[in-house]
Nanobody, 127 residues
């Protein structure tokens, strides 16, 4: 069992930056692949970024490549999403997700492959 709690969401102007955090508790954090998903009102939930349990492998949705950076600090049981050059279309509820795995380089874009989810943190872009 692992519990995930997102934080860092808020209101920011287009072009600005924001850093989201996902704190994990329970089982060994380093044995989980992690990912970020987001969902805007009236739209499907979509993959944003994923990272392997070692942090050595990452994957990004085309819409955020070059702007967002996913990272993790296993010693702190925390995953981050650095969001730069934010756009109006980035407005959404952002979710942290985790999957138990023995594959050190495993990353996934499929939400059905993740076993644990946080409650979400709201990101709203203005202007």
């Amino acid at each position: 069992q692992v519990q995930l709690v997102e934080s860092g969401g808020g209101l920011v102007q287009a072009g600005g930056s924001l850093r989201l955090s996902c704190a994990a508790s329970g089982q060994t954090f380093s044995s989980y692949a992690m990912g970020w998903f987001r969902q805007a009102p009236g739209k499907e939930r979509e993959f944003v970024a994923g990272i392997s349990w070692s942090g050595g492998s990452t994957y990004y949705a085309d819409s955020v490549k070059g702007r967002f950076t996913i990272s993790r600090d296993n010693a702190k049981n925390t995953m981050y999403l650095q969001m730069n050059t934010l756009k109006l279309e980035d407005t959404a509820l952002y979710y942290c997700a985790a999957r138990r795995t023995m594959d050190r380089i495993y990353v996934s874009t499929a939400q059905n492959e993740y076993n644990y989810w946080g409650q979400g943190t709201q990101v709203t872009i203005s202007s």
